[in-house]
Antibody, heavy 124, light 110 residues
Framework: EVNLVESGGGLIQPGGSLRLSCVAS????????MTWVRQAPGKGLEWLSY????????YYADSLQGRFTISRDNAKNSLFLQMNGLRAEDTAVYYC?????????????????WGQGTLVTVSS | QTVVTQEPSFSVSPGGTVTLTCGLS?????????PSWYQQAPGQTPRTLIF???TRSSGVPDRFSGSILGNKAALTITGAQADDESDYHC??????????FGGGTKLTVL
């Protein structure tokens, strides 16, 4: 089954660091661009970061102020999000999502596969 | 900073039609923003409904349709059903690997 599974969430104190992982199954991971999206409790979705299929380029939402770093290991079908300097407002469910591929010369800019999410709680 | 606007909430009667919109704080939404729509039932993961303005994702019923209405993207649900009660999120592509979501619309079917 085509799937994305996130892990690495948990309770972390303000100022701490956390590394989220997302493992892909049943598709050629390196062929897809990947993103991270989060959802704070009771709030909407917020796009965070993008990475190209080969590991670059990387782009980030301005709101992250350089605290988060996206990376991937195609040999392990894995996507990562290193989060530093965590704040209470970073408390959210974090999703990895796959950008749809170009097909027959037509390229798309939506997310066609989502993981189930991992909860990050930043609190003392 | 780009802000994508959505109605915070909307209600529709069973069997009725509702149109949710997705706008920009400044400027107009056009197909070049590749508007997409995601449905999120309570406690669930987002599900892709519509992409590239008006293309339904696989398995999405044809009572869901996307369009550009005036200067906004729009999601229309025709013949609303009880299980359409969800949050609906609009997303726009800004180019260069940057996306922005709207705040989401909570749809009530009653």
């Amino acid at each position: 089954e085509v799937n994305l599974v996130e892990s690495g969430g948990g309770l972390i104190q303000p100022g701490g660091s956390l590394r989220l992982s997302c493992v892909a199954s049943s598709f050629t991971f390196r062929d897809y661009e990947m993103t991270w999206v989060r959802q704070a409790p009771g709030k909407g979705l917020e796009w965070l970061s993008y990475i190209g299929g080969s590991g670059g380029p990387m782009y980030y939402a301005d709101s992250l102020q350089g605290r988060f770093t996206i990376s991937r290991d195609n040999a392990k079908n894995s996507l990562f999000l290193q989060m530093n300097g965590l704040r209470a407002e970073d408390t959210a469910v974090y999703y990895c999502a796959r950008r749809a591929r170009c097909v027959s010369g037509t390229c798309y800019s939506h997310f066609d596969l989502w993981g189930q999410g991992t909860l990050v709680t930043v609190s003392s | 900073q780009t802000v994508v606007t959505q109605e915070p909430s909307f209600s529709v009667s069973p069997g009725g039609t509702v149109t949710l919109t997705c706008g920009l704080s400044s400027g107009s939404v056009s197909p070049s923003y590749f508007p997409s729509w995601y449905q999120q039932a309570p406690g669930q993961t987002p599900r892709t409904l519509i992409f590239s303005t008006n293309t339904r994702s696989s398995g999405v019923p044809d009572r869901f349709s996307g369009s550009i209405l005036g200067n906004k993207a729009a999601l229309t649900i025709t013949g609303a059903q009880a299980d359409d009660e969800s949050d609906y999120h609009c997303m726009l592509y800004m180019g260069r690997g940057i996306w922005v979501f709207g705040g989401g619309t909570k749809l009530t079917v009653l």
